[in-house]
Every structure is written in C-alpha cells, then in structure tokens.
C-alpha cells in the first residue's frame, strides 16, 4: 500500500508539470493579450503592463517564473482584476463545492438504491419505470435540465424562487447537477447486483437459511457497490470541475463562471491558478477512489 501511494503521488506531480506545461504555453500561443480590448491601448502603456507582469520575457522565461512562484506558493493576482488569485479561488470554490457535494450525495442515495431496486425487480414494472426515467436523464445535458427545471419551477409555476445570492435555494441547480451522474449509478448498480446475485457464494447464503435482507445487504450490495465506489473519485471531480454550464444558467458566482470569464478575458495568471486547481482535485479524487477501493475488498492489491 505504501508503495502504490508513493508511486501516485509521484506520477500525480509529473501530471500536474505536464497541465501547467500544456496550459501555459498553449495560452500564449492564442493570438492577443490579456491587455487587448476594445478600447486600444497606447504602445506606452502596453509596454509597461507587460513590464510589469513580466509578459514582455520569453515565453520559457516566463514558465520558469511562474514555476518558481508556485512552488512558493504563489498564484499571483489577476491581469484584470489585480485580485489574490488564491483568495479569489478560495471564495469561489466554497459555492462549487458546497452545490457539488449535495448533488454527489443526491446521486449516490438515489442511484444505489434505484439501481438495487431495479435489479431486484427485474422485467417487471418498477424495472422498467426506472430504466425509462434513467435513459431520459442520460440523454438529456445538465444545461438542457437545468433550462427546462428553471423555466418551468421558477418561471411558470413559482414555486421556487430564481438563484439569490442573500437567500441561495439550492433544490433546482443541485437537481440538474445530480440527474446525469444519478442515472449513470443507476445503471451500474444495477448491473452489478444482478452479477453478484448469480454468484454462487449468493447461491450458499440462501441455502443456509441466511434471511433474504443480509443476503441482499451484507453479502449482494456490499460487493455490488465496487464498481460505484471507484466511479465516486471521478464523479466527485468531475462535478466539482465540471458544474460551470449549471452555475452560468442559475447564476451562481462559483469556481465555474470564474473560468469561463478568465477565459473570455484572456487572464492568463486567473487561468493557470484555476487549471491548476481543478487538475489538482480531479488527482486527489482519483487516488482517493482507488484506496476505497481496496478499504471495501481487501482481497485487491494495488501494484
């Protein structure tokens, strides 16, 4: 185990070396600036920004600048806003996370226990119910939900308020959020169970006289739930990384639309800061997800 830990970690930093890598020099070498708007700047004032920021270096002096800062730490601040980046993250991030992480415990409940109901049922009426709703939610995008559950509760009807950042209602965007990742957990539950009940040591159980409640919840759905628990490390990080189309929709000041403006202006320190930062989550979920992996079948070893 220890091993494998430190065997992550490595790989982890060189995969963290390589995002900073590709982003950094991918981001200059799209034509423009940070400091090109609308309103043209004088060749003066140009020339001391990009003194100031270090911009007027090459391209490899300025990685290694920014490599060097990192390490101390150092995000910097934003080319538009002159704000702590890592404040500005730090900030950001408690919203995404806070809608993240009741969407993932949203998806996990109601997948877990659909997907075993379906299993349990299955070819009859509740599986057939279930499978329909669940292939609806996969088709449809989070932005198409999160568009239709926002015109119809909050438009037509009125029954729950529009995004307010005084008063938040999370029910609508944690919906949205959740559906997807829902079904999927779903489906995966589902065929799990059904793969464990024709196991033999199922089989054995029943022969015993074991009560059909422990055969399902002790002995079916403990090792049904392998393969959702090492979905869960890239199903955190990808709603805690991926929730920017949900949050543009409702209005939601997080992580996501900060990206999507630093983007859109061209910020390349607010970029890097927050690439950074979600590479990192999307790292730590997935070794994360491995080690519950083996906490739940021991008999796995990681090499």
């Known amino acids: 185990m220890g091993k494998y830990i430190v065997k992550r970690v490595i790989l982890a930093v060189i995969t963290m070396f390589l995002v900073c890598f590709i982003t950094f020099f991918a981001m200059n070498a799209v034509p423009g600036g940070p400091f090109n708007g609308e309103k043209a700047k004088s060749e003066a004032v140009m020339k001391v920004l990009n003194e100031r920021y270090g911009l007027d270096q090459p391209v490899g002096v300025q990685f290694v600048n920014y490599m060097k800062d990192i390490l101390h730490g150092d995000f910097g601040v934003s080319l538009k806003t002159g704000r702590d980046i890592a404040e500005t993250i730090r900030t950001r991030f408690a919203v995404s996370a806070k809608l993240g992480l009741m969407a993932i415990v949203v998806a996990l409940i109601f997948g ?30 989070s932005f198409v ?37 829902m079904a999927y957990i779903t489906r995966l539950t589902k065929t799990s169970m059904l793969d464990v009940l024709g196991q033999d040591y199922i089989r054995t159980a029943r022969a015993k006289g074991v009560s059909p409640m422990k055969v399902i919840f002790i002995h079916a759905l403990r090792n049904a739930l392998i393969p959702v628990i090492t979905y869960v490390g890239p199903l955190t990080a990808s709603i805690l990384t991926g929730s920017l189309v949900v949050e543009n929709i409702f209005t939601i000041g997080g992580l996501g639309s900060q990206f999507v403006d630093s983007i859109t202006n061209r910020d390349y ?17 997935n070794l994360v997800s491995d080690l519950l992996y083996k906490l739940v079948d021991p008999r796995i070893q990681l090499d």
């Open 112 to 141: 877990v226990v659909l997907g075993a109901v379906a299993a349990l049922n299955r070819n009859k009426w509740p599986d057939h119910i279930i499978i329909f709703f669940v292939t609806l939610f996969t088709a449809m995008p």
């Open 145 to 181: 939900m999160a568009s239709f559950l926002l015109l119809i509760f909050c438009i037509q009807l009125k029954v729950i308020p529009v995004w307010n950042t005084a008063d938040p209602n999370y029910i609508l965007p944690v919906i949205a959020l959740s559906l997807s990742p």
């Open 269 to 285: 320190t607010m970029i890097m800061g927050v690439t950074i930062f979600l590479a990192a989550i999307m790292v730590l979920m």
